[in-house]
């Protein structure tokens, strides 16, 4: 079945870049997303990247896909305080356009300042 | 950018009694879905719902659970009878269409906290 890792927590000083981890087992994966989701609060979509590119650059974000290896990562450059948060890296596989999304466990990033 | 909505942020409700969450999807999009996390723990898939009918349903969406599109607007998930248990943060989603495209991509709502008490 899917499955999607991350570590736990991460913790970096503000303006230092962040790198946040994932592998995922499903190779039929179709997209995989980064969300953020702050304390109480909801899902919020970050990026995303197809199955079929390596990476995706949106101004600080940098996402990176290693396909052979099922490897996902996110780059925050310049990481700020509101960067806090925790980073649910996830992947997706449908057809039709249906797509049912797998989560990880999230990753907690704490920006000290 | 549109946006998927959802209705009440927070809820309180007794165990025992049904509740009912909902949701205004992306006006465009076909396909909705609903996922659930409990705190501190993973989002789980619950149901996906195409053309008035379920799916696919995960093995937590039991028979307490149901969903339905009543108008062309709203999509709801009724749990009947609420247990302890179905205490968590509920997510709706919607995607538009087939094809890997940017069209495809699922948009979360910012979730509904139950409680139950």
């Known amino acids: 079945g899917e499955d999607v890792e991350q570590s736990l927590f991460l913790s970096v000083r503000e303006g230092d870049s962040s790198v946040i981890n994932c592998t995922y087992t499903d190779s039929s994966s179709t997209y995989l997303y980064w969300y953020k989701q702050e304390p109480g609060a909801g899902l919020q979509l970050l990026t995303y990247?197809?199955?079929?590119?390596d990476m995706k650059q949106d101004q600080r974000l940098t996402v990176l896909l290693n396909k052979k290896d099922k490897h996902l990562s996110l780059r925050i450059a310049d990481t700020q305080t509101g960067d806090s948060a925790i980073y649910f890296c996830a992947e997706s596989k449908g057809s039709g356009g249906y797509q049912k999304v797998t989560f990880g466990t999230g990753t907690k990033l704490q920006v000290i300042p | 950018e549109p946006e998927v909505t959802q209705t009440p942020s927070h809820q309180v409700t007794q165990m025992g009694q049904e509740v009912i969450l909902r949701c205004v999807p992306i006006?465009?999009?076909?396909?909705f879905y609903w996922y659930r996390q409990i705190l501190g723990q993973k989002v789980e898939f619950l149901v996906s719902f195409y053309n008035n009918e379920i799916s696919e349903k995960s093995e937590i969406f039991d028979d307490q659970f149901s969903v339905e599109r009543p108008d062309g607007s709203n999509f709801t998930l009724k749990i009947r009878s609420t247990k302890l248990e179905d205490s968590a943060m509920y997510f709706c989603?919607?995607?538009?269409?087939?094809?890997?495209?940017?069209?495809?991509?699922?948009?979360f709502g910012e979730g509904s906290w139950l409680t139950v008490v």
């Open positions: 006006s465009n999009h076909l396909y």
């Open positions: 990247i197809f199955s079929n590119m």
């Open positions: 989603a919607s995607s538009e269409g087939p094809g890997l495209s940017s069209g495809n991509t699922i948009y």
